[in-house]
């Protein structure tokens, strides 16, 4: 009888986390059925966590394949990822003439410079840290809360240094960071063919205390939601997916007659898939668990390289950005195209176009006027031109996901940090 009981109140918790789950990504009235059959209250996913069925099935598919509890397994860091769906801007309306939203203001500050061309930044999941990565092979680490105490002017000690530390382990260029999603970890890819873990949680660190041996030029990495697990876009035409716990490389059984190298890989929120954009101008949507390619957008930036590509928060579209100066956002279902960002000169340099924290608006670089552009994302039409304060061009932007601060790197070494002003 007990057995039985127990039982039940699983079934209810199941089904209240399926509710939850629904309502997270906008389908409130998938939910609401669900609710209606199964007699849970709408209100019973209130106190239920965002993704945390997510998290469950990872952990649960994780143990099924016998994988042991990870490596970087670390309380106190927390990790966030944005809840799926809420507020998402509905991309499927047609009429959206006249209707676009004005950018905010945003003041900017110099916060620091490497000694050589700024390639890339990136923030963490929660939005309290961000890295830039150099051509003088070198790794900047800041913490958000500090940068916003020297923009104020209002650090107890009058000197607040918004770097935390520098890292230096590679031997060439950084192509490319990204944070591990639960753990103090921060890994980067470069042109020494290495992929390179470090632990910010350890005061002075300043090197790697894991190091992955790439066989080509690691252009791009990019964390499993579940952190168990990297995707790496290299030289080599097929993605490289690694386990991080064994370092075990696996390889797509399909790789639809891919020839060209990978500029950017990145997973969708939940992992269920992955998008790469490379060098022939194409984009390749992938399944996250068989790895098949579910869907090639050949030519999606003509014979232009494609430089990079990220998933909304509900999976359902891609923003895509190429050489060809042109960004554009696509049906992840269809392949088909649903709008263009037009306005930005970006043909010499790899860079990416990104969605601000709500996804009302896209960012992007323009390399030949030295600007940031923004556009509204609804509209596509373009909104704000904000000069970016450089001497060289802007080689890269990367936005907070949690808030209305971005980061702007390139050619003159600099690194910009931009915040919205009250």
């Given amino acids: 009888m007990d057995e039985a009981v127990q039982e039940a109140k699983l079934l209810r918790q199941v089904n209240a986390l399926i509710v939850a789950h629904l309502r997270g990504q906008s389908l409130g009235q998938a939910a609401a059925a669900v609710a209606a059959a199964t007699m849970i209250p709408l209100s019973a996913a209130d106190s239920v ?43 499927s309306v047609q009429d959206v003439r006249g209707s676009s939203k004005s950018f905010p203001k945003h003041e900017a500050k110099h916060v620091s410079d490497h ?23 070198s790794i ?20 607040a240094r918004p770097v935390i530390r520098t890292f230096y382990d590679h031997m060439q260029p950084i192509n490319d960071l990204d944070f591990h999603p639960e753990s103090p970890i921060l890994i980067s890819a470069s042109k020494d063919n290495t992929i390179k873990f470090f632990d910010f949680s350890k005061t002075n660190a300043r090197k790697a205390f894991r190091v992955i041996q790439d066989t080509h030029n690691v252009r791009s990495v990019c964390f499993h939601p579940c952190g ?19 370092f075990t490389c696996f390889l797509s059984a399909n790789p639809q007659d891919s020839s060209s190298a990978i500029n950017q890989v990145r997973y969708s929120c939940t992992g269920s898939l992955y ?24 030519g999606a930036h003509g014979s232009a ?18 050489k060809d100066s042109s960004v554009k956002l696509w049906e992840v279902g269809t392949g088909r195209l649903v709008k263009q960002y037009a306005g930005a000169v970006h043909r010499q340099f790899r860079c990416q176009a990104v969605f601000n924290e709500t996804e009302e608006f896209v960012l992007s670089v323009d390399e030949q006027n030295s600007e940031v552009a923004v556009w509204d ?6 909104v704000a031109r904000l000069p970016s304060g450089s001497t060289g061009a802007p080689r890269w932007l990367d936005h907070s996901p949690v808030e209305p601060v971005f980061v702007t790197c390139g050619n003159d070494r600099s690194i910009r940090f931009w915040k919205q002003t009250v």
């Avoid at 993605?239 to 991080?244: G, R």
Wanted: glycine share 10%; proline share 4%.
């Fill in 49 to 91: 966590p965002a993704n945390h069925l997510l998290r469950l099935v990872a952990k649960g598919l994780a143990a099924e394949r016998g994988g042991a509890a990870s490596a970087f397994d670390s309380a106190g860091f927390g990790g966030v990822v944005p809840p799926l769906g809420s507020g998402a801007v509905d991309f």
């Fill in 115 to 137: 000694k050589n061309i700024a390639r890339c930044a990136k923030f963490s999941p929660d939005g309290k840290y961000f890295a830039t990565g150099s051509a003088d092979t």
């Fill in 140 to 159: 900047k680490f800041f913490e958000v809360a500090k940068v916003k105490q020297t923009m104020a002017g209002d650090s107890k000690d009058g000197n």
């Fill in 228 to 246: 168990d697990y990297l995707l790496a876009g290299t030289d080599h035409p097929v993605a490289h997916l690694y386990d991080v716990n064994t």
């Fill in 275 to 298: 998008v790469t954009a490379s060098k022939d101008g194409s984009l390749r949507i992938w399944d996250g668990v068989s790895a098949e390619c579910v869907r090639p957008i050949i």
């Fill in 305 to 322: 390289e494609a430089t990079s590509a990220v998933f909304t928060k509900d999976e359902r579209y891609l923003l895509s950005c190429g």
């Fill in 377 to 382: 994302a609804l509209t596509a039409e373009k």
